[in-house]
C-alpha cells in the first residue's frame, strides 16, 4: 500500500487495487490534478476537510470516482452528488473495502458548539482515517493509522493515549496545519507511543509504501 500526504487531512491511499482520496480541504494542496482515482471520501463537514470548489474540480478530473460522505456533508455541497455513509456501512470502492467506523460524531470542541457528524474509514481492515474523532476502531491489531494530531478538539495527552489504545503497527501523523511545530508533537508520539509501533512522517506530496 503506498501513500500520499497532501497536508493536514487530506491523504491518497493506493492499494494497487485501488485509488482513494481523503477530506480534500482548504488546508490541503497538491491534489487538485489528480485523476484515476475510485472514491473520493469526506469524513465530515468542516472545512479543512473538504473545500467545494476544489472537490469540484477534482469530480470533473475524475468523473467515474465515487463521492462519499456523511448525510449531513451531503447536504452542504450544493449541486454536487454524495453516496451518503455512516458508521456500520460496508463501502466496495474500486478494489477496496471500507468500512465506515467510529460513533459517528466530531470530538467535542466545546460544549456550547453543537456536534457535528464524522465518519471513520477503514481500508480493506489495515489503514484507518478517523476523521476528527479518536473512537478505536475495535480491532485487535491494525497495520496503519492515519494520526490526527494538532486540532481546536485536541491536546497531545489525549492524542498519544489514542496512539496507545490502537496501538497500530505504523502510525502516520496529519491533521498538522494547526501547528507552528508538529515536530514536537510527533516526539512526543515516538517518546509516548506503544513500543511496537513506528512512526512514519511522509514528506509531502511524495508517496511511500508502507
Not at 452528488?81 to 460496508?90: E, K, L, N
Not at 473512537?135 to 478538539?153: N, R, V
Request: hydrophobic share 40%.
Amino acid at each position: 500500500m503506498q501513500i500520499t500526504h497532501y497536508g493536514h487531512a487530506c491523504v491518497l491511499v493506493d492499494t494497487g487495487a485501488a485509488r482513494l482520496l481523503f477530506d480534500p480541504g482548504a488546508f490541503s494542496s497538491g491534489f487538485e490534478s489528480l485523476d484515476g482515482l475510485d472514491a473520493i471520501l469526506v469524513t465530515h463537514q468542516h472545512f479543512d476537510h473538504v473545500d467545494a470548489d476544489k472537490l469540484r474540480t477534482l469530480l470533473r478530473a475524475n468523473p467515474d470516482a465515487a463521492l462519499v460522505t456523511d448525510g449531513q456533508t451531503a447536504e452542504q455541497l450544493d449541486g454536487i452528488d454524495a453516496r451518503t455513509a455512516a458508521p456500520g456501512d460496508r463501502l466496495s470502492l474500486g478494489g477496496a473495502q471500507v468500512a465506515v467506523v467510529g460513533s459517528g460524531n466530531h470530538a467535542e470542541i466545546h460544549r456550547d458548539i453543537p456536534l457535528v457528524a464524522n465518519n471513520g474509514y477503514l481500508v480493506d481492515g489495515t489503514l484507518l482515517h478517523p476523521g476528527d474523532a479518536y473512537t478505536p476502531p475495535g480491532l485487535d491489531e491494525l497495520a496503519t493509522l492515519l494520526l490526527p494530531t494538532g486540532a481546536p478538539w485536541l491536546k497531545v495527552s489525549e492524542a498519544v493515549d489514542y496512539l496507545r489504545a490502537v496501538a497500530p503497527r505504523t502510525v502516520v501523523p496529519i491533521h498538522e496545519q494547526t501547528l507552528a511545530n508538529p515536530a514536537m508533537h510527533y516526539r512526543f508520539f515516538d517518546d509516548l507511543g506503544p513500543a511496537g509501533t513506528a512512526m512514519v512522517v511522509p514528506d509531502r506530496e511524495t508517496a511511500v509504501t508502507l
